[in-house]
T-cell receptor, first 110, second 117 residues
Framework: NAGVTQTPKFQVLKTGQSMTLQCAQDMNHEYMSWYRQDPGMGLRLIHYSVGAGITDQGEVPNGYNVSRSTTEDFPLRLLSAAPSQTSVYFC?????????FGPGTRLTVT | AQKVTQAQTEISVVEKEDVTLDCVYETRDTTYYLFWYKQPPSGELVFLIR??????QNEISGRYSWNFQKSTSSFNFTITASQVVDSAVYFCALTSWGPLANTPLVFGKGTRLSVIA
């Protein structure tokens, strides 16, 4: 039982590049979400999904895209990276009693 | 809209002191859940507690205790006899939850606790 996994752990991008942050869970949870963490800002919700084929925007969705084709996977796509997207990204998966977080991806955009 | 306020940005205490981290929340829901998470310097988010809105009993787990007061919309966290290993950023969070409620967790901005030896 791996819980929530995220890849990569670290990534450096140049402005304008695109990439996908991967997130997977093996707990058969319907609800998954992506947060970004910036100093002094806490965790802010980017996108979330309540099940395969269903996604919705959170507080800071601009510049990010998501899809949910399976229950297990919830990738986050950066369409054209900008320095403002330098952050730590956490994926989360919610069960009945608890929300589990992945270990995070530290992204730097130069 | 739901909101969580952690007014204390940073707290510094000397080892063995007691410390309380404040959390005040806003919600229009009658059923909701409150959480505390710990983020140590290594960066992962560690679940500490979940409390539902209809259970106002205080909870104690070792040196940790939580005081939930619906009347003041607060869910404060106390560490007794603090230790250096308690140094971390602590987040309070709020959500509606249940079979028909799938609202996201809303986080406060966190309180950075430094425990000095």
């Amino acid at each position: 039982n791996a819980g929530v996994t995220q890849t990569p752990k670290f990534q450096v991008l140049k402005t304008g590049q695109s990439m996908t942050l991967q997130c997977a869970q093996d707990m058969n949870h319907e609800y998954m979400s992506w947060y970004r963490q910036d100093p002094g800002m806490g965790l802010r919700l980017i996108h979330y999904s309540v099940g395969a084929g269903i996604t919705d925007q959170g507080e800071v969705p601009n510049g990010y895209n998501v899809s949910r084709s399976t229950t297990e996977d919830f990738p986050l796509r950066l369409l054209s990276a900008a320095p403002s997207q330098t952050s730590v990204y956490f994926c989360a998966s919610r069960g009945y009693r608890e929300q589990y977080f992945g270990p995070g991806t530290r992204l730097t955009v130069t | 809209a739901q909101k969580v306020t952690q007014a204390q940005t940073e707290i510094s205490v000397v080892e063995k002191e007691d410390v309380t981290l404040d959390c005040v929340y806003e919600t229009r829901d009658t059923t909701y859940y409150l959480f505390w998470y710990k983020q140590p310097p290594s960066g992962e988010l560690v679940f500490l507690i979940r409390r539902n809105s209809f259970d106002e009993q205080n909870e104690i787990s070792g040196r940790y205790s939580w005081n939930f007061q619906k009347s003041t919309s607060s869910f404060n966290f106390t560490i007794t006899a603090s230790q250096v290993v308690d140094s971390a950023v602590y987040f309070c969070a709020l959500t509606s939850w249940g079979p028909l409620a799938n609202t996201p967790l809303v986080f406060g901005k966190g309180t950075r606790l430094s425990v000095i030896a």
